[in-house]
């Protein structure tokens, strides 16, 4: 089977405002990527998927969108992006851009319209309702962000409906008007070279046209958002949102190799009805399993794969997922050991990995004093771990003020990581081990395309084997801090966690450090038999 691009290659997610500042205004840009583009060439990713970088009042840091054909003056131009897909294109590397269909920003000219009045010309653009009786909000649906979905228009004396921010009013998708200007902004980057997107929030597109109250969530404990409160019954994974999937995908298909990759945040039985009907939806429903594990064990591991590979449907292309600009860094959630374990997972796992930028250097967190929160869901509800600024901290290229990154003011600190230019220079950095692992991966049919067998837990360490035309190999995990022996086929160590172990041979039995991984290539498969 020939593979298209987007399953043989892996994707790195790049933060615009925290990749590169080229004009040291201490936000990161487009030129600046421009300018990093050698080094992801270096480190051996295939496409970059690009955070937004549309005209934005920057309430939620563009995921609030003024104008969805075009580019925030924070980030450059136009004709920057062009740069930017002409010069990844030029090195064989694809652009992916972010994709916010689900709500706009209330600055949009569509919203203004909107809110004109209940005859405005876009009113039903988005969703509009009348209070509860009596008076309040129409009913109980919550922001991911805390508090009421709704907020009150006193100019149209109705109340708007919003998932996120008051700032990002949602948009009526079951409205056929909206749903043909937003499948004409994707011809409109299409049409310019852009390689695919990634939707946000793709499970959230549709609503009850019933307005029900959501049940109240039986598992909700104390302390956490008050959107979880609720089980979002009548707010997420609506069944029409198929339709607008298959919608999507089939303007993608007008245009040759693109790809159509969906944020969902969902148990796997629903995660995969995304792929749709015949696999006329997303090529790529995102599999965040690995990043919503409350732990990190050889059992939990495997039975996620083994679960995931089952319900896949005919034809259906896996994929993995560690981290991204909303989750903690997968370096925090399991240690900084583990996260060479866990890379080295994601990058022999069956189908496509994202990596999202910095895991490969093993970042960290960056605390955030209160003082200098920039994020709108810890702001609005203080105090409860909610923010997401620590794991956006700007990219350290090199050591001293400004890390390489701008030489300005950065608009979020900058950790204490060991800059990439130190980690260069070393040969068992985190960034040498992730380029091993990706030139690996390309190397092995095995990897790229193989099919994945043989999924169990011995105690403490994973195993499974990748195997394509001939080409097989054994990947093991230790996932604990002591020692742990497990039985193996004869072999050599190809990579190891360990720089100790790769190029050794090994028999029947082989006892891994604490917190090592590696890829062993079986001897018989080394003399051709």
């Known amino acids: 089977m020939v593979l298209a691009w987007w399953q043989h290659g892996v994707v790195y997610q790049v933060y615009p405002r925290s990749f590169q500042d080229s004009d040291g205004d201490g936000t990161g840009d487009l030129p600046g990527i421009i300018s990093r583009l050698d080094y992801l060439v270096w480190l051996g990713v295939d496409a970059v998927w690009l955070s937004p970088v549309y005209p934005s009042p920057m309430t939620d840091f563009g995921y609030d969108v003024s104008d969805y054909c075009n580019v925030d003056l924070l980030f450059g131009t136009l004709a920057d992006l062009d740069a930017l897909i002409a010069a990844a294109h030029a090195r064989d590397v694809k652009i992916i851009l972010d994709y916010v269909p689900n709500h706009s920003s209330g600055q949009h000219p569509w919203f203004i319209n909107s809110r004109n009045g209940r005859a405005s010309a876009k009113r039903d653009w988005y969703i509009w309702h009348d209070g509860a009786p009596g008076s309040g909000p129409p009913n109980n649906w919550q922001s991911h962000f805390g508090g009421s979905g709704w907020t009150w228009d006193e100019g149209s004396r109705q109340y708007f409906y919003h998932s996120f921010l008051p700032t990002q009013p949602e948009l009526n998708w079951r409205n056929p008007q909206v749903r043909a200007a937003m499948f004409d902004v994707l011809r409109f980057w299409l ?5 695919g997107f990634r939707v946000d929030v793709m499970w959230l597109m549709i609503k009850d046209d019933q307005f029900r109250d959501n049940p109240p969530n039986p598992h909700c404990t104390a302390g956490g958002s008050s959107y979880g409160r609720f089980i979002p019954l009548y707010t997420a994974d609506r069944p029409e949102v198929q339709e607008i999937v298959a919608g999507m995908r089939a303007v993608l298909d007008e245009y040759p190799d693109r790809v159509l990759i969906g944020e969902l945040y969902l148990p796997i039985d629903r995660l ?9 939806g997303a090529q790529l429903p ?11 064990d050889a059992s939990t591991i495997a039975d996620i794969i083994t679960r995931y590979e089952a319900a896949l449907p005919p034809g259906g292309w896996p994929n993995w997922v560690l981290g991204n600009h909303d989750r903690p860094r997968i370096a925090s959630r399991i240690g900084t050991a583990q996260a060479r374990v866990a890379a080295l997972l994601l990058l022999t796992l069956r189908g496509t990995p994202t990596l999202y930028m910095g895991d490969e250097l093993g970042m960290v967190d960056t605390p955030i004093p209160e003082a200098e929160v920039q994020d709108p869901a ?5 105090g409860r771990g909610l923010g ?10 090199q050591a001293g003020p400004g890390a390489g990154f701008t030489n300005g003011t950065p608009w979020l600190r900058i950790g204490t990581d060991a800059p990439l230019s130190v980690q260069r220079a070393d040969p068992a950095s985190m960034v040498n081990f992730c380029r091993g692992l990706l030139a690996l991966r390309r190397r092995h049919p095995a990897l790229a395309g193989g099919t994945i067998e043989c999924v169990a ?6 195993s499974f084997r990748r195997a394509s035309h001939g080409d097989t190999l054994v990947v093991l995990a230790n996932t604990s801090g002591a020692p742990a022996a497990v039985e193996v086929p004869a072999g050599e160590v190809l990579l190891s966690t360990h720089a100790d172990r790769i190029g050794k041979s090994v028999t029947a039995a082989l006892t891994l450090h604490p917190d090592e991984a590696v890829i062993l290539q079986p001897r018989e498969v080394q003399h051709g038999r």
Do not use: I, S
């Not at 810890?378 to 203080?382: D, G, V």
């Not at 997401?388 to 290229?397: N, S, V």
């Open 457 to 462: 837990a011995h105690g403490p360490v994973l």
């Open 378 to 382: 810890e702001q609005r509800e203080p």
């Open 388 to 397: 997401r600024d620590p794991e956006r901290t700007p990219f350290p290229w």
């Open 191 to 195: 049409a310019r070279g852009v390689d």
């Open 272 to 280: 995969v009805a995304y792929y749709g009907v015949d696999g006329r």
């Open 286 to 296: 995102f599999n965040f399993q690995l990043v919503q594990m409350p732990g990190w």
